[in-house]
């Protein structure tokens, strides 16, 4: 497949929202490791997590998205690299990696535009970095959904 043909995204769920994240900053998927609350971190913060004896943070993408208080706790932890630093995002399943045709990315709204404002304002205080990888990452459309189910590229 030629590298213009599609973009390779792993998707992924955050409680009720499926959502593709572009391979580029990550490095891979792991089972939940124990992680340490930090004080006064935003709610979306889990904590700190250890990864090959560094400390990573966690956060929960499902409460970073405001899925409700109900949503299953994260099963899977995808580890990314953000300015040559680790940081763990915690989400509800991977489903796999997937390539999608570029001319249909139009169609899948950003998930940054998710964020509750309060939480868009902690990150790019925090971590204009970070912010510019979640710039990236995509909701996915109800629509398009089973398409990527099926082990289709969206069209």
Do not use: Y
Request: hydrophobic share 50%.
């Amino acid at each position: 497949m030629a590298a213009s043909a599609g973009q390779r995204m792993l998707l992924v769920t955050a409680g009720e929202r499926r959502c593709a994240l572009p391979l580029v900053n990550l490095s891979e998927t792991m089972r939940p490791l124990r992680s340490e609350p930090l004080p006064g971190a935003p709610e979306f913060v889990l904590g700190l997590a250890l990864v090959r004896g560094a400390a990573a943070p966690v956060v929960d993408l499902a409460k970073l998205l405001g899925c409700g208080q109900d949503s299953p706790a994260p099963r899977r932890f995808v580890l990314l690299t953000v300015a040559e630093r680790a940081l763990l995002l915690a989400v509800t399943d991977v489903l796999g990696i997937q390539s999608v045709a570029l001319s249909s990315l139009h169609e899948f709204p950003a998930l940054i535009k998710s964020v509750r404002s309060e939480f868009v304002t902690a990150l790019v205080v925090r971590d204009t970095q970070l912010w510019l990888v979640l710039e990236s990452f995509l909701l996915v459309p109800e629509a398009i959904w089973p398409e990527l189910e099926a082990g289709r590229r969206p069209r």
